[in-house]
T-cell receptor
């Protein structure tokens, strides 16, 4: 089954404790992206990647890092989480040849206390 | 990033009534996408519009792209409870690499 998976689905952590949210897709998509969703603000793009070793900032990259060492994986790293990073995070992937339709993962709800 | 304004933010309708959400941009759009997110779920791609004045239909959903490619709308005819959710428009930018979403329209359907 074609899908985007994220782990963990829920995470409660404390300020400053480094964490990684994993994202993996099995569709051989070149394009992957991370979004955060907050009430009243919609979905905002954090980082995106056009291919292995090619990443770039979205609209809200501060406080986040990403890497793309393999085509299928695109982890989101919070080196020193802060409470303002409490949010719902979505990973998405796209085959650029097919109208750039994005397939979203199930989401990771992160709470930073 | 380049903005896209989406209105209304919330809409309550009686089941069977029609519903429309609008997206507006101050700049010309190369294309626009629409997504639906059910409560507790993730966004799901509905459609992409590319051509000026384009109209596409999916059952009870009608999508339009303005002649000037600065606005788009999603119209649902005779809403059903299964239409409940948040509808987002999204504008790819920067050569389809960056994507900016509208804030979404949350639709509630009253049975």
């Amino acid at each position: 089954e074609a899908q985007v998976t994220q782990n963990p689905r829920y995470l409660i952590t404390v300020t400053g404790k480094k964490l990684t949210v994993t994202c993996s897709q099995n569709m051989n998509h070149e394009y992957m992206s991370w979004y955060r969703q907050d009430p009243g603000l919609g979905l905002r793009q954090i980082y995106y990647s056009m291919n292995v070793e090619v990443t770039d900032k979205g609209d809200v990259p501060e406080g986040y890092k990403v890497s793309r060492k393999e085509k299928r994986n695109f982890p989101l790293i919070l080196e020193s989480p802060s409470p303002n990073q409490t949010s719902l995070y979505f990973c998405a992937s796209s085959d650029g040849r097919l109208l750039y339709e994005q397939y979203f993962g199930p989401g990771t709800r992160l709470t930073v206390t | 990033g380049q903005q896209v304004m989406q209105i209304p933010q919330y809409q309550h309708v009686q089941e069977g009534e029609d519903f429309t959400t609008y997206c507006n941009s101050s700049t010309t759009l190369s294309n626009i996408q629409w997504y639906k997110q059910r409560p507790g779920g993730h966004p799901v791609f509905l459609i992409q519009l590319v051509k000026s004045g384009e109209v596409k239909k999916q059952k009870r959903l009608t999508f339009q792209f303005g002649e000037a490619k600065k606005n788009s709308s999603l119209h649902i005819t005779a809403t059903q409870t299964t239409d409940v959710g948040t509808y987002f428009c999204a504008r790819p930018s920067g050569g389809y690499q960056k994507v900016t979403f509208g804030i979404g329209t949350k639709l509630q359907v009253i049975p």
